[in-house]
């Protein structure tokens, strides 16, 4: 099946800085990919769809300046963080979508921010 | 809006026994698809089986299948033969950006 593959698995930042999470589709084009975000014990929250070559869609309730998604290629997918504070601390997982019903995942990123 | 309701938040399911998974949703549109997703505790999402509403036969995936009821709009998940390797979260999802239900703890006895 396809790979999508997450970086960086596991992060630990101070408040107040800024992180990067890519999502990277290894044998496949992507011209979509989604962004959750996982509380412990809880679902997955969409949080943005990420289109190559244009500009993130953000559910309801993301603030855009704080999660800033880029998707420059068809490959590849960024999630910054910034200015991240402790509340920002959650798992984040990205998807891509394949052909028409097929969404593959990536490993999901664990961002700690003390 | 589309909505997705997982109404179990734990079951329990002896080794070897079917457990049933229930999950409900509401739509709008006449064409789409659903999911069921295991989540063990390694966080990695692997999809367990996949349903085409406009298709009427319920899918089927070795020891998973699922009971599709377009107009009760209710998608539930069967496992058989359940094994130890089966105790995961599981959600229930729709659509092509995953909305999706807020999971059911499954364990399994041995």
């Known amino acids: 099946g396809a790979v999508v593959s997450q970086h960086p698995s596991w992060v630990i930042c101070k408040s107040g800085t800024s992180v990067k999470i890519e999502c990277r589709s290894l044998?496949?084009?992507?011209?979509?990919m989604f962004w959750y975000r996982q509380f412990p014990k809880q679902s997955l929250m969409l949080m943005a769809t990420?289109?190559?070559?244009?500009?993130?869609?953000?559910e309801q309730g993301v603030e855009k300046d704080k999660f800033l998604i880029n998707h420059a290629s068809l490959t590849l997918s960024t999630l910054t963080v910034t200015s991240a504070h402790p509340e920002d601390s959650s798992f984040y997982i990205c998807?891509?979508?394949?052909?028409?019903?097929?969404?593959?995942f990536g490993e999901g990123s664990r961002l700690t921010v003390l | 809006a589309q909505t997705v309701t997982q109404s179990q938040p734990e079951m329990s399911v002896q080794e070897a026994e079917t457990v049933t998974l229930s999950c409900t949703y509401d739509t709008s549109e006449s064409d789409y698809y659903l999911f069921w997703y295991k989540q063990p505790p390694s966080r990695q999402m692997i999809l367990v089986i996949r349903?085409?509403?406009?298709?009427?036969q319920n899918a089927t995936e070795n020891r998973f299948s699922v009971n599709f009821q377009k107009a009760a709009k209710s998608f539930s998940l069967k496992i058989s033969d359940s094994q130890l390797g089966d105790a995961a979260m599981y959600f229930c999802a729709y659509g092509n950006k995953l909305v999706f239900g807020a999971g059911t703890i499954l364990r399994v006895k041995s």
């Open positions: 349903q085409e509403a406009y298709k009427q």
């Open positions: 998807s891509a979508n394949g052909l028409p019903g097929e969404l593959f």
């Open positions: 990420s289109n190559e070559g244009s500009k993130a869609t953000y």
């Open positions: 044998d496949f084009q992507a011209t979509t």
